[in-house]
């Protein structure tokens, strides 16, 4: 599996240029005022719930729906009006709609037979393009006759033969099982890696837009609440949504104090600066605490937001245990997500107590009520 | 052809040459239907405002209707001879269908066989056979204890007869789409199985039965041939069309009926649509089929049952064989086939015949392509709302007119002097256009249910590789759509062969119609060659089912194989 990028790819010529997207159905607005710009050979995961947008958006990139208001412009081109035909794209949707009453060969070269091509090209083209997914052993079977990860392959294999600019996947993983779906994040992302090629994925599965994505759209409630990198987007999230939909979060309610200081439940934390935070002191604020960031070994005396903990519950997970951690001489509770060896090595039992510090740079805090 | 958005002014998107194909067939489709069937029901209409002259008067027609009793009497009878055929013919069909759907008895395929055949034979054959079975000579007499057979009796024994299989179709699927965890649900909390059979099966077929009860009761109310044949003296509505129009050349009275026959059509029309649109939510995907258990006594006494409806259907069709094939009923009972020398007789004679053939076989072809096209068009354009709703509109609307109304308004919009189409009026032309638009609803229907089962992306990745929506159409919506394309073909067919009422009106001497020579014959008193030219009608059609059937079965091998794994 490829790493995590740390940063944003290089700058460089936008590809794509989504300006002030509208999409309105009646009076319910799916889209509100989207800007997003995408670079070329960029692999974009829109990630969010259902009924945030995402599809949507992809949707008015295709042309498939038509915006409301706003512009679309790919590789320097207007496309806003233009009918899907006129659009230059391919697509993999969640259903793949191969045809099933032609071949695996049929189907890849569906799009080439229209194009005055040879036969004779045609045929090496979907050779060409079958070695690409590795079906080349297929290509006389009819779809029906495939497994969904092969359908799969076959429906990407159909979507780049016309060597198009811009890939667009429609949850191409939902309906496979999880195993075939780890496999073939990976295939793709490898695939789109070798290709170059422009790549937008729509998914409500966190876990594969941070695995595949260099850039990952998070979309709440028809907008985009952050773009970033899945490192960013998971560790700086830019809002509570994006905090809670990414990953597992403790959410407190507190008070901000002067000093960089939030006092939870009677308990005073040391934060790091923050030039996002909008929230003065004397304000209510929510503290944010990924499980797995609370610290319990190598603790010096002096470490900041060092607590007593004692242990409520205890759940094993499988890689990891799940805590509840009630802070001693306060109503707090935390949720920590602790490594097997840590359990083990610090003897923690349910009733136990037990040290812990919560590192200031990992505590995130948001204004309250306010969206950023 | 580029819409560039512009600040305040909503984006519209450009259309594709594909767009605009599809929203010319859209207009086309229109033009089709508003010709073959709008504007003939609105002559109909004003025809009725109208007295003989062309003069408009207003409801002056409707109300020498209703002052004329021998006229507004029909009403009465009419509805009379519709409520006890239906009551019968569902109570028999909803029995035939629960032993077929719900039990194990023995010979459930055949007896689903047995019941289908009215379908192929036209209306007025089970009347004839009606009339052997228990007319003044006929070897049954005696069970009526000295009523006539010639009257409300033989309309309704009739009626159930022909119509038994449409009711029973509609109540097989009501049955079928059960949720079995219903049934355990009902026996895990304790109830009888009486208590079940009312609160579960009845209650989750309702709509079923009621759309049955409907559908029924439109087709006896709005049929021809059985009250022509073996309704004597007994005036109906239908037969009061025929006798205005084709009797007393009294276009104007014959309109006015036509509309008021229209009244329960239309009616039991609406009914249906609000009883589909609720029957929708009631099977969802995670329901397990009920998978019925063996119980001897519920399946002996379904299986008697069936077995009494299953003889009934065949000593019918098979009084009407042997009526057909006997020398002199009831005199000389040898062998003959001289009931078949149909060139001697009136009625149009062995000509009559190679018409239904030629108008049957010009009415599937074509109109299987119209209706299928039609159906794509409303299914897969993208946008132009309005034009793909009026033709959904206009498609269901035929569901709601009677054959006769139809053929009735043809005359009326076909004939007139001025209509630049009047050169078809007598041709064979006129009677595939109105038959094509008299089935058209049921037609497109199932064609739409077919393409409504196909993934919405074809057309979508068809784009996105820039492949014209007509290479699709004919690359994989038609080959994946088989099936269902073959199925209407055969309805179209079988039904056109059959089909008495609407063309009554519309045929000319060079184009008459087997299932019309059945009832000129049966007019002029020759009944046994009536009874045969409806017994070679049925065997046409059950044979074009069957060739068919085994020749499209190749046809289905070759473009289906990817349906096998």
């Known amino acids: ?372 | 052809m580029r819409a560039l958005p512009d600040a305040g002014t909503r984006l519209r998107q450009g259309l594709s040459s594909d767009d605009w194909t599809l929203r010319a067939g859209i207009l086309v489709i229109l033009a089709y239907l508003t010709v073959t069937l709008l504007l003939p029901m609105s002559a109909l209409l004003s025809k009725a405002l109208e007295d003989r002259s062309g003069a408009f008067v207003g409801l002056q027609n409707f109300a020498r209707y209703f002052a004329t009793p021998s006229l507004s009497n029909s009403i009465g009878n009419s509805l009379f001879v519709g409520l006890v055929s239906t009551a019968i013919c569902v109570s028999l069909a909803f029995v035939y269908a629960y032993g077929l759907t719900r039990t194990l008895m023995p010979g459930r395929a055949v007896f689903r066989l047995l019941g289908a055949i009215p379908l192929l034979v036209p209306s007025l054959l089970p009347a004839i056979a009606l009339v052997y079975m228990f007319g003044n000579q006929g070897y049954a007499s005696g069970l009526l204890m000295g009523e006539s057979i010639y009257g409300p009796i033989g309309i309704i024994i009739g009626s159930v007869f022909w119509t038994f299989p449409h009711a029973l179709i509609i109540l097989i699927t009501a049955l079928s789409l059960s949720d079995a965890r219903l049934y355990e649900a009902s026996e895990a909390l304790g109830a009888s199985p009486w208590r079940t059979f009312w609160t579960v099966t009845i209650s989750g077929a309702r709509y079923g039965i009621l759309s049955a009860i409907f559908v029924v009761f439109t087709l006896v109310v709005t049929d021809f041939g059985v009250p022509k044949v073996i309704g004597g003296q007994f005036n109906v509505l239908a037969t009061d069309v025929y006798k205005q129009v084709v009797g007393q050349q009294n276009f104007e009275m014959g309109a006015v009926v036509g509309l008021v026959l229209l009244l329960p059509a239309v009616l039991s029309f609406l009914v249906d649509r609000i009883v589909q649109s609720r029957q929708g939510v009631q099977l969802t995907g995670r329901s397990i089929p009920y998978a019925p258990k063996a119980n001897r006594k519920v399946d002996l006494a379904l299986g008697g049952a069936c077995l009494l409806i299953g003889l009934a259907i065949v000593s019918v069709l098979g009084t009407a064989f042997f009526a057909a094939f006997a020398k002199l009923w009831p005199y000389d009972l040898s062998f003959s086939l001289r009931h078949f020398d149909f060139d001697n007789m009136d009625g149009g004679g062995w000509a009559s015949y190679v018409n239904s053939l030629r108008m049957a076989g010009l009415t599937a072809v074509f109109g299987t392509a119209i209706i299928f096209i039609g159906a794509y068009l409303v299914e897969k354009t993208r946008g132009f709302r309005a034009g793909r709703e009026a033709v959904h509109f206009l498609a269901l609307l035929p569901m709601a007119v009677p054959g006769l109304v139809l053929g009735l308004g043809y005359i009326f919009f076909f004939n007139a002097p001025g209509n630049p189409l009047n050169f078809i009026y007598g041709t064979m032309a006129i009677l595939v256009l109105c038959t094509i638009a008299h089935f058209y609803s049921v037609a497109h229907l199932t064609a739409v249910t077919a393409l409504k089962q196909l993934d919405p992306e074809f057309e979508t990745v068809s784009q996105s590789l820039r492949v014209p929506v007509r290479r699709t159409f004919l690359a994989v919506t038609v080959p994946v759509s088989l099936p269902a394309i073959r199925d209407v073909a055969i309805y179209l067919f079988v039904n056109a062969m059959t089909t008495v009422s609407a063309v009554v009106f519309l045929y000319s001497p060079a184009t008459s119609l087997a299932s019309v020579a059945a009832l000129n014959m049966d007019d002029a008193g020759d009944i046994a060659p009536a009874a045969a030219m409806g017994v070679l009608i049925f065997c046409t059609a059950a044979l074009v089912r069957v060739i068919y059937t085994v020749l499209t079965a190749g046809l289905l091998r070759a473009t289906q194989r990817w349906r096998h794994r």
């Open chain 1, 1 to 372: 599996m490829h790493a995590l990028k740390t940063s944003a790819r290089p700058v460089s010529q936008p590809y794509l240029q989504l300006t002030n997207i509208t999409k309105r159905y009646g009076s319910f607005t799916a889209l509100q005022s989207v800007d997003l710009t995408i670079h070329e050979g960029e692999f974009i995961c829109f990630l969010g719930p259902s009924g945030c947008g995402k599809t949507t958006l992809l949707r008015v990139i295709s042309g498939l729906d038509i915006q409301s208001e706003g512009t679309v412009i790919q590789a320097g081109r207007d496309i806003s009006g233009l009918p899907v035909s006129h659009r230059d794209f391919g697509i993999v949707f969640q259903s793949y709609a191969l045809f099933p009453n032609l071949t695996v060969e049929a189907n890849v070269g569906y799009g080439l037979t229209s194009r005055r091509m040879k036969r004779r090209e045609i045929a090496a083209r979907v050779g060409e393009l079958l070695t690409l997914v590795g079906l080349t052993d297929q290509r006389r079977k009819y779809p029906p006759q495939l497994s969904g990860g092969q359908q799969q392959r076959v429906a990407l294999a159909r979507a780049l033969a016309l060597s198009p600019g811009l890939l667009l996947l429609d949850e191409p993983l939902s309906a496979l099982d999880a195993r075939v779906r780890l496999r073939l994040r990976t295939e793709i992302r490898d695939l789109q890696q070798r290709l170059g090629l422009t790549t937008i994925m729509v998914t409500h599965d966190q876990e594969e837009a941070l695995a595949m994505a260099d850039r990952i759209v998070v979309m709440n409630a028809g907008r985009i609440d952050q773009v970033g990198t899945p490192l960013e987007v998971y560790s700086r999230p830019a809002t509570p949504f994006v905090a809670d939909f990414v990953g597992k979060m403790n959410f407190k309610r507190g008070r901000l104090g002067p000093d960089r200081r939030v006092t939870v439940d009677g308990v005073e934390l040391v934060y790091a600066p923050d030039p996002d935070l909008r929230a003065q002191p004397g304000e209510e604020v929510v503290l944010c605490l990924r499980p797995e960031d609370i610290v319990v070994r190598g603790i010096s005396e002096t470490a900041p937001n060092r607590l007593a903990v004692r242990v409520l519950s205890m759940e094993f997970i499988g890689n990891h245990f799940h805590l509840r951690l009630g802070i001693l001489g306060s109503e707090l509770v935390l949720e920590g997500d602790l490594s097997i060896n840590a359990v083990r090595d610090l003897s923690i039992e349910v009733g136990r107590g037990l040290t812990i510090a919560l590192p200031p740079d990992r505590l995130r805090i948001f204004a309250q009520g306010t969206g950023r």
